[in-house]
């Protein structure tokens, strides 16, 4: 039956290509070019005062033209729909066959296989080791049947199947999660709710941890936070590594204090999301409309789907993760927050990203104005920029109209619109806390975040960077982890060898 089924599964593909092919599209131009001649061949005889000869007969009207396009396209559509239908049918039961195949076969082991004989009841293993009289063979038997019944799915090969799964759907499911215009999201929820079912099924722990984890969300009953549950799952389990595997290393300890939070300042300010570092719990809102009557929070935040949820979550590991003396240590309040093997914390690498960036920004302007400047008057406007409470250059100095283009052009960049402004958010916020808030776009922390009682950086750069980049790559958004490459180079390439080596400790 399946080779039947699979059969059609390829003819309606042929079908859909054939309508699809560029012969099929000529129909539409041939026909419209026939019948602007022959219409243009009866207006000239019309008036050419010819006798004797007769005008092109048309019989179809212009506007019936078009419906043959639009009719090609239906063809196109519903040899697809059939042939997509097909390819759920056969891939969906396959993929599924073999990772549970996979699975009970590794389950399996030597000792588990019995025998029966006369009513009596054997382990085949045993067996095996009573008529094999070789004592060498006999050992060499009994050793790998004892590795068999250790054996199980390595990581590596769960990874490739569902990475395999992954590559099948790619392409339906992203546009969902960054609302993509005009996304059609109907076939979304059965390709995501099979992706949680793959994972799940060989991940047992790791769904266990989750559902522990989401608890009170599923516990209360509002069909919205059902759906958000499945969401949050799914771009766990999809997420990018090494953070995948540090996101499961300590979800497990992971709570949620509040999951509709809601609380004012004394402004009446609404108060952002947070993690509390003294109850050790995350305190969120999944659904929340803005002042303009749009959704703007789990799913719907304009700085990419669940962004802010595990940007509190990267802080609850980054906090977690201090009691574990083999692994993370990002905060500058920690002695050891190597993260190069050389004694560089994050802080310090991110800060000489940033002033590489900026020294870099600062010399193409030079050049591209013919300007002239000292090294030593070039660096001054770099750390003028880096500075706290800087009190500024003389009004005309050539280091003041530097200086001032600079923070224009980063401002520029990062309160560009609403789309870019939101892939620079955590780059306008970071930026911002290296250069009290002089390079700042729509999104950051006020001042007085990032500046001590002293008036010194007081670490917390730090920090938030690592919660900026474990958001994004625990909901896979390419576009922003490249555009943050850009702006943190070595932080990035060093985070992610540290954290690959550090992840199965």
């Known amino acids: 039956m399946n080779k039947d089924y699979k059969s059609y599964y390829d003819e309606w593909l042929n079908h859909e290509n054939a309508w699809n092919g560029y012969s099929a599209k000529e129909i539409f131009s041939e026909f419209k070019a026939s019948y602007e001649l022959a219409d243009q061949a009866s207006s000239a005889i019309s008036s050419s005062g010819l006798t004797g000869v007769s005008t092109a007969r048309i019989t179809i009207s212009n506007s019936k033209i078009p419906e043959l396009e639009a009719l090609r396209e239906k063809l196109v559509f519903f040899c697809k729909k059939i042939h997509l239908d097909g390819e759920d049918i056969i891939d969906d039961v396959f993929n599924y066959g073999v990772m549970k195949a996979l699975a009970d076969v590794y389950a399996l082991n030597p000792s588990d296989i019995k025998c029966n004989s006369m009513g009596t009841e054997y382990q085949l293993k045993s067996i095996m080791e009573t008529v094999i009289t070789d004592p060498a063979l006999k050992a060499d038997f009994s050793k790998k049947a004892g590795n068999l019944n250790k054996d199980k799915l390595t990581d590596s090969l769960k990874a490739g199947l569902l990475s395999a799964i992954g590559r099948y759907y790619d392409g339906k499911v992203s546009p969902y999660m960054k609302k993509t215009s005009g996304y059609d999201i109907s076939n979304f929820n059965e390709d995501r709710d099979l992706i949680i079912e793959y994972y799940e099924y060989l991940n047992p722990a790791d769904a266990k941890n989750m559902n522990h984890f989401l608890e009170a969300l599923a516990k209360d009953g509002d069909k919205r936070y059902l759906e958000d549950i499945k969401n949050i799952k799914y771009m766990a389990y999809t997420a990018k590594e090494p ?249 990035i390439s060093n985070m992610e060898k540290f954290m690959n080596a550090q992840k199965g400790n």
Do not use: C
Not at 353 to 379: C, F, Q
């Open 243 to 491: 953070y995948r595997s540090v996101f499961f290393k300590y979800v497990k300890e992971l709570k949620i204090g509040n999951y509709d939070y809601h609380k004012k300042d004394s402004k009446g300010n609404e108060n952002a999301q947070y993690y509390d570092s003294g109850s050790k719990k995350l305190y969120i809102r999944l659904h929340e409309t803005n002042p303009n009557g749009v959704s703007d929070e789990g799913r719907d935040d304009p700085r990419g789907a669940y962004v802010t949820f595990f940007h509190e979550v990267g802080h609850a590991i980054d906090d977690m993760s201090l009691k574990d003396n083999k692994f993370l240590f990002f905060t500058t309040k920690v002695k050891n927050t190597s993260v190069d093997g050389a004694g560089v914390t994050v802080f310090e690498s991110a800060e000489n990203d940033v002033r590489e960036n900026i020294k870099n920004s600062v010399n193409e302007y030079m050049e591209k104005k013919g300007y002239h400047l000292s090294n030593t008057n070039r660096n001054a406007v770099v750390k003028a920029l880096m500075t706290p409470n800087f009190s500024g250059f003389p009004a005309k100095s050539t280091e003041k109209k530097v200086y001032d283009a600079i923070i224009s052009a980063y401002t520029a960049d990062f309160t560009a619109n609403v789309t870019e402004s939101t892939v620079y958010n955590g780059i306008s916020d970071i930026y911002g806390g290296y250069t009290d808030n002089k390079l700042k776009g729509t999104y950051g922390h006020p001042d007085y975040y990032w500046i001590d009682s002293g008036g010194k950086f007081d670490g917390s750069q730090g920090e938030e960077l690592f919660a900026h980049i474990f958001a994004r790559y625990m909901t896979s958004n390419d576009e922003v982890i490249e555009v943050m490459k850009e702006y943190f180079p070595s932080t």
